[in-house]
């Protein structure tokens, strides 16, 4: 079973906007690269940044050792020490970026994914979850965020169950002005055309194997 979501609402919510930085993109895809070498699996890892009236700014992040079991969505492994090491490091170079959640190369919402999200409870209340599909033909690389909510359930007239949920928060890239726009959708491009590259020379050596 896939993971539940549910558009917003209007009433108030914990996240109004998640905006991500250019840096981080790119930075998810060079690790999606570099993984792609010997496996098309999804990858992992930490955003950084902060939250303010409702916007999530991701301004930076970090690839995480990351395994899962295709077969079974209740095997995988997150390194928490990894994690946490890391954050260390990144908050003497920068004390005001704090884990704002993780980010996931999906390229669509899996079954153990609520799982996954909620061990960055641990480091902030609402953490939010960004998925880049990678591997996408469309224009740019489409990007989806999302933030965990409870949604109460009626089971029959009288019983009421909560189930955790996904809520689809609105999305764009931090931009400071219309150079860096341009400037980032070339290098977008320029990444999208390398990394087409290794997907095709991955399947060919499937296919020579």
Same mark, same amino acid.
């Given at each position: 079973?896939? *993971?539940?979501?549910?558009?917003? %609402?209007?009433?108030?919510?914990?996240?109004?906007?998640?905006?991500?930085?250019?840096?981080?993109?790119? #930075?998810?895809? &060079?690790?999606?690269?570099?993984?792609?070498?010997?496996?098309?699996?999804?990858?992992?890892?930490?955003?950084?940044?902060?939250? =303010?009236?409702? @916007?999530?700014?991701?301004?930076?992040?970090?690839?995480?050792? =990351?395994? %899962?079991?295709?077969?079974?969505? #209740?095997?995988?492994?997150?390194?928490?020490?990894?994690?946490?090491? /890391?954050?260390?490091? =990144?908050?003497?170079?920068?004390?005001? %970026?704090?884990?704002?959640?993780?980010? #996931?190369?999906?390229?669509?919402?899996? %079954?153990?994914? /609520? &799982?996954?999200?909620?061990?960055?409870?641990?480091?902030?209340?609402?953490?939010?979850?960004?998925?880049?599909?990678?591997? #996408?033909?469309?224009?740019?690389?489409?990007?989806?965020?999302?933030?965990? &909510?409870?949604? !109460?359930?009626?089971?029959?007239?009288?019983?009421? @169950?909560?189930?955790?949920?996904?809520?689809?928060?609105?999305?764009?890239? *931090?931009?400071?002005?219309?150079?860096? !726009?341009?400037?980032?959708?070339?290098?977008? @491009?320029?990444?999208?055309?390398?990394?087409?590259?290794?997907?095709?020379?991955? !399947?060919?050596?499937?296919? !020579?194997?």
């Amino acid at each position: 079973m896939d *993971a539940v979501v549910k558009s917003p %609402e209007n009433s108030s919510r914990p996240i109004e906007k998640v905006t991500v930085h250019p840096l981080v993109l790119l #930075s998810t895809v &060079d690790h999606y690269i570099r993984l792609s070498q010997c496996t098309l699996e999804r990858v992992v890892g930490v955003l950084l940044g902060s939250s =303010f009236e409702g @916007t999530v700014d991701v301004s930076n992040s970090y690839a995480v050792p =990351f395994d %899962e079991d295709d077969m079974d969505p #209740s095997a995988w492994f997150l390194d928490l020490n990894y994690v946490e090491r /890391m954050f260390s490091m =990144f908050k003497k170079i920068n004390a005001k %970026e704090q884990i704002v959640g993780w980010y #996931s190369t999906g390229p669509e919402l899996r %079954e153990n994914d /609520m &799982d996954i999200h909620s061990l960055f409870h641990k480091y902030v209340p609402n953490p939010v979850l960004v998925i880049v599909d990678v591997i #996408s033909t469309e224009l740019g690389i489409p990007t989806k965020a999302y933030y965990c &909510d409870v949604e !109460e359930v009626k089971e029959n007239a009288t019983t009421k @169950t909560s189930q955790k949920v996904f809520v689809d928060v609105p999305f764009e890239i *931090a931009a400071d002005n219309e150079a860096e !726009e341009i400037q980032v959708e070339r290098l977008l @491009t320029d990444v999208e055309d390398t990394l087409e590259t290794e997907i095709l020379n991955l !399947e060919l050596e499937k296919v !020579e194997d």
